[in-house]
């Protein structure tokens, strides 16, 4: 009764501290958020360049500053890559508007036949009666803050990028000095080394998934016929990071724009059943496979995370909840307070990783 008697008051203690800093998340998002994406693309790029001073006959020959300079050149030439694909299937979807309207008055020409409808609307009065319903000066006032607001957090997170990076061995002395005794840095040592691993891990394990998500995908897309099959499953990587709603929002995409640019059920259902089958098939057996118990988060603390995470932070949340919710379980493991929390936020209990690595499901 005891130890019972202690935990109560501990847990309450560790919700009450977790919900003053799910408030402090909220009002310091417009700070906080460039800062931990600045820290996100920090960590890729030390990643890059760790890969590339590690690569078994290049890095022997390779000086720290040139894996510095070739991980810039390759994140850069991923996201000029990016914006040409961008750009092409834009100037792409103006050639094929023509099309899309036709298929699109056909659908709405046919449903309105199956419906008994007297008066059938043209595509013209449908877009009239949309644009009439919606406030364009708002619209495009707010879109012109969107962006401006992107372009500027762009350039924040790079500055918070270049400092994390200039910052990264004394941070990491500061981090371990917190402690007041060796044991304390210790554990502060371990536990970085604990994030650091997890989550590289993860990502890893997770970008791999995703790309045989993607490349599947487009399989599918290109057997079907569907245009930018490539976007689309670029997309359809991205995507597969969120957890669950991704998945779903990476199929409905595609699947829209088949029966758009057909304009008939058949390769609609194609695309449809195809696309879910990857999904299933490697979601439900693939993934768990490879990721095993790595994570050691709940599948139920993985999906109230995600929507803690998007009402916080949006589409940063959503993308960044697992990694952020696996810190918070290892920083809540290390203090009594909150230990409770990292418990119930464990899949199997054990927060320790002499316990994982005893649990029987790992040694297997």
């Not at 008066?119 to 803050?145: H, M, N």
């Not at 379980?329 to 994982?356: H, K, W, Y």
């Amino acid at each position: 009764m005891s130890a019972a008697t202690d935990t109560l008051p501990r847990l309450a203690a560790g919700a009450v501290l977790a919900i003053a800093i799910g408030y402090i998340l909220h009002i310091g998002r417009p700070i906080l958020v460039p800062l931990v994406l600045g820290v996100f693309v920090a960590y890729i790029f030390m990643t890059i360049t760790d890969w590339l001073r590690n690569a078994p006959v290049l890095g022997r020959f390779l000086p720290g500053w040139l894996a510095h300079v070739g991980a810039i050149v390759l994140i850069a030439a991923v996201i000029w890559g990016l914006v040409l694909m961008v750009t092409g299937n834009i100037a792409q979807v103006e050639r094929q508007m023509p099309v899309y309207r036709e298929n699109l008055q056909a659908l709405i020409d046919r449903f309105s036949g199956l419906l008994a409808l007297e008066e059938v609307p043209t595509l013209p009065e449908v877009f009239q009666r949309a644009v009439a319903a919606i406030d364009l000066g708002k619209v495009v006032g707010s879109t012109v803050g969107v962006v401006a607001a992107m372009l500027g957090n762009i350039l924040v997170i790079f500055i918070y990028t270049a400092f994390v990076l200039m910052e990264r061995r004394a941070l990491m002395d500061k981090l371990e000095r917190l402690a007041d005794t060796p044991a304390g840095a210790q554990r502060i040592a371990a536990a970085l080394g604990e994030i650091s691993e997890r989550i590289g891990r993860y990502l890893t394990l997770k970008a791999f998934v995703s790309a045989v998500v993607g490349l599947a995908s487009w399989a599918i897309m290109r057997l079907v016929g569907i245009d930018y099959a490539e976007f689309w499953a670029v997309l359809i990587f991205i995507l597969n990071f969120i957890p669950y709603v991704g998945s779903f929002i990476a199929v409905l995409l595609p699947v829209a724009l088949s029966l758009v640019q057909f304009g008939t059920l058949g390769p609609f259902l194609v695309a449809l059943f195809g696309l879910m089958a990857v999904q299933v098939a490697v979601g439900n057996f693939l993934e768990p496979k490879l990721m095993g118990r790595s994570l050691n988060l709940s599948p139920v603390v993985i999906l109230l995370s995600l929507a803690a995470w998007s009402a916080l932070w949006g589409v940063v949340g959503a993308f960044l909840c697992v990694p952020i919710t696996v810190i918070m379980m290892i920083i809540f493991a290390e203090f009594e307070v909150t230990r409770p929390l990292a418990i119930l936020l464990s899949q199997d209990g054990r927060i320790d990783p002499g316990e994982e690595a005893k649990s029987p499901s790992r040694s297997g």
